[in-house]
T-cell receptor, first 114, second 115 residues
Framework: NAGVTQTPKFQVLKTGQSMTLQCAQD?????MSWYRQDPGMGLRLIHY???????DQGEVPNGYNVSRSTTEDFPLRLLSAAPSQTSVYFC?????????????FGQGTRLTVV | AQKITQTQPGMFVQEKEAVTLDCTYD???????LFWYKQPSSGEMIFLIY??????QNATEGRYSLNFQKARKSANLVISASQLGDSAMYFC????????????FGQGTTLQVKP
């Protein structure tokens, strides 16, 4: 089983460039989320979705857009990259319903903005 | 607002000994769940253990156990018989009521196991 797949694994962008981080899951999970991980700050929620067509902002949404047209895919768009967006990005998915359902994470995308 | 605090940036433990990683939380939700994840140097996030706010007993999963003290709002992870492969970053996380899948994470604790 593929689980949660993120592409690319590594990316270098120039300031001002735009790009899309891809996230796909094959577990038919309704819930999907994007996090960024920075040293000493843990993982912070950027955007999340509870199903196709439904998205909402997390703790640090500025500079990022998301959409959810299918259950499987949840891309994260950087509109105009800034050095402050240098980070490791994780996509996660989980089943709805029970509180104890674990979140499954992708392998992460390491993004550097120069 | 929900918050998770991990006050130990780094910890050392001798191989085969037990170690406790601290986690305190703050929430006004009556129902919530607490998770621990392991992140080895390779970067992936590995789910370890879960504790529900209404669970009567502390959760255990193999060498991992959770010391849950609800009144003190703490959910410490105990790793028994540490192994070299336990060297990693450990994150405590919380999910509130009205489950939308999102998690609130602590800052993490880096654990190094010495041979």
């Amino acid at each position: 089983n593929a689980g949660v797949t993120q592409t690319p694994k590594f990316q270098v962008l120039k300031t001002g460039q735009s790009m899309t981080l891809q996230c796909a899951q094959d577990m038919n999970h309704e819930y999907m989320s994007w996090y960024r991980q920075d040293p000493g700050m843990g993982l912070r929620l950027i955007h999340y979705s509870v199903g196709a067509g439904i998205t909402d902002q997390g703790e640090v949404p500025n500079g990022y857009n998301v959409s959810r047209s299918t259950t499987e895919d949840f891309p994260l768009r950087l509109l105009s990259a800034a050095p402050s967006q240098t980070s490791v990005y994780f996509c996660a998915s989980s089943y709805p319903g029970q509180m104890n359902t674990e979140a499954f994470f992708g392998q992460g995308t390491r993004l550097t903005v120069v | 607002a929900q918050k998770i605090t991990q006050t130990q940036p780094g910890m050392f433990v001798q191989e085969k000994e037990a170690v406790t990683l601290d986690c305190t939380y703050d929430t006004s939700d009556p129902s919530y769940g607490l998770f621990w994840y392991k992140q080895p140097s390779s970067g992936e996030m590995i789910f370890l253990i879960y504790q529900g706010s209404y669970d009567q007993q502390n959760a255990t999963e193999g060498r991992y156990s959770l010391n849950f003290q609800k009144a003190r709002k703490s959910a410490n992870l105990v790793i028994s018989a540490s192994q070299l492969g336990d060297s990693a970053m450990y994150f405590c996380a919380m999910r509130g009521s009205g489950n939308t899948g999102k998690l609130i994470f602590g800052q993490g604790t880096t654990l190094q196991v010495k041979p």
